[in-house]
């Protein structure tokens, strides 16, 4: 690994302690506005949104709306059983399962 390589991850690890600290540093002694409060628990959410759904309806690196994209079924199964068993680890293997089973048959 070349020199570069580690200045820039070390210069990246400190902007991020820089934008989480400042936070801590200067929201101390102050109370957060409750519209922004609220906003900040939607963060997790968001993020995770951003990594799954482009892998579902874009899986080979353009839209794909069709029926036969197999990770669009795969992820609506997963979705129900999460509502249907309200537990995610099952609701993996589930969505897993279908990904697997809905590959072979379309």
């Known amino acids: ?3 570069e390589y580690l200045i820039l ?3 990246m690890g ?6 989480r600290a400042s936070f801590l540093v ?3 002694n102050k109370e957060i506005p409750k519209g922004i409060y609220r906003s900040l628990k939607y963060i997790p ?3 995770l949104s951003t990594l799954i759904f482009p892998g579902i309806f874009a899986p080979y690196g353009r839209l794909d709306l069709a029926i036969t994209n197999s990770y669009m079924g795969a ?7 999460v509502l249907v068993f309200k537990n995610s680890v099952l609701s993996i293997i589930i969505g897993i399962t279908a990904l697997i089973a809905l590959r072979q048959f379309i």
């Open 45 to 47: 959410v968001s993020i």
């Open 75 to 81: 992820g609506l199964i997963t979705v129900v059983s």
């Open 1 to 3: 690994m070349s020199i």
């Open 26 to 28: 200067f929201l101390k």
């Open 14 to 19: 400190v902007a991020t302690y820089i934008t």
């Open 9 to 11: 991850i070390l210069l």
